[in-house]
């Protein structure tokens, strides 16, 4: 599924080819991944694509105010849409036949189409405007590309979470997934299964600049091309040959040459360094004192 630097190289590529384009139809295929269809058809046609930016692993298509004679107030909208495990969001020449399992069509005022393919519609589309886009942004944490370091330890140090559950919940960091979570955490050199409120300050901060560097570096290498992923041009992404922990079960250590693992944490597979990244230390389980009942008879012999 597109983790942040995914999402966040699409975005700047749909920002480049269709931001400032007109919408002048909306075509539906299959519908089960759209909130509302009956609100794109309605609402889409006539707003101008003013930008789009990436909202953790969401991007936003911020339209122009309904000029709509009939809206008494015209209101600023967005296009909530999330690419799921196999969605593609990309320009096409309109006379150009639509390639399969093609499901939204957007007709833009230059003779292109802007089209969703998704063969297994595990993604999200959604008009959302005012108090509907508010709402559906205050569900997501802090921004793991500008949080400081006093907020990213408030939300990670306060936990008594698995560090690596925390990294994916969206509550807390909007936009990790399970490849950047991995390859932080291998380079900050903590355990997946550390709990978050067990890290010192020190360990924290380490994990946010790495978080940070590697988020960085994968959007400057258009992310990470597991699967299906493909740029707005087409094109894969280069930062899984950069991987140091993440689906490298078996292979050495970039650092200590130890054999990659992997694991179970937060129901997700996760793979990491057992020299580099040791495991927290169980705390022995106390014995229980049985409490003998007052009278009770003693045998002897």
């Known amino acids: 599924m597109p983790e942040l630097p995914e999402v966040e190289t699409v975005a700047r590529g749909l920002q480049q080819l269709v931001a400032g384009r007109r919408i002048v139809s909306v075509s539906l295929g299959k519908t089960d991944f759209i909130d509302d269809p009956v609100a794109l058809e309605q609402r889409l046609p006539g707003r101008t694509i003013e930008r789009i930016e990436r909202y953790g692993k969401f991007m936003l298509l911020r339209l122009s105010a309904d000029a709509q004679p009939a809206t008494p107030e015209p209101a600023a909208a967005a296009l909530l849409v999330h690419l799921g495990m196999t969605g593609n969001l990309a320009p096409a020449p309109a006379a ?19 089209r969703y393919i998704d063969p297994r519609r595990f993604g999200r589309m959604a008009y959302l405007e005012k ?31 698995q560090i690596k559950a925390l990294l994916l919940n969206q509550s807390v960091l909007r936009g990790i997934g399970n490849i950047y979570a991995d390859e932080s955490l291998w380079r900050a050199k903590i355990h997946p299964a550390k709990l978050g409120s067990s890290l010192t300050p020190a360990e924290a901060e380490s994990l946010r600049k790495a978080l940070q560097h590697i988020l960085e570096r994968a959007i400057v290498l258009r992310g990470s091309s597991i699967s299906d992923f493909l740029d707005a041009d087409g094109q894969p992404g280069e930062y899984q040959q950069h991987h140091r922990a993440y689906g490298r079960e078996g292979e050495k250590c970039y650092r200590c040459k130890t054999l990659i ?17 040791r495991a927290p230390k169980r705390k022995p389980v106390a014995k229980r004192k049985t409490k003998r009942k007052v009278g009770a008879k003693t045998s002897k012999g």
């Open 261 to 277: 693992r992997r694991i179970i944490v937060a129901g997700r597979s996760s793979y990491f360094c057992p020299y580099c990244q």
């Open 131 to 161: 108090d509907t886009l508010s709402i559906e942004l205050q569900r997501f944490g802090a921004e793991p590309l500008l949080v400081g370091k006093n907020e990213f330890a408030e939300r990670i140090l306060s936990r008594r979470a």
């Open 96 to 114: 150009q036949p639509s390639e399969k399992h093609t499901h939204v069509r957007f007709l833009l005022d230059d003779g292109r189409e802007l």
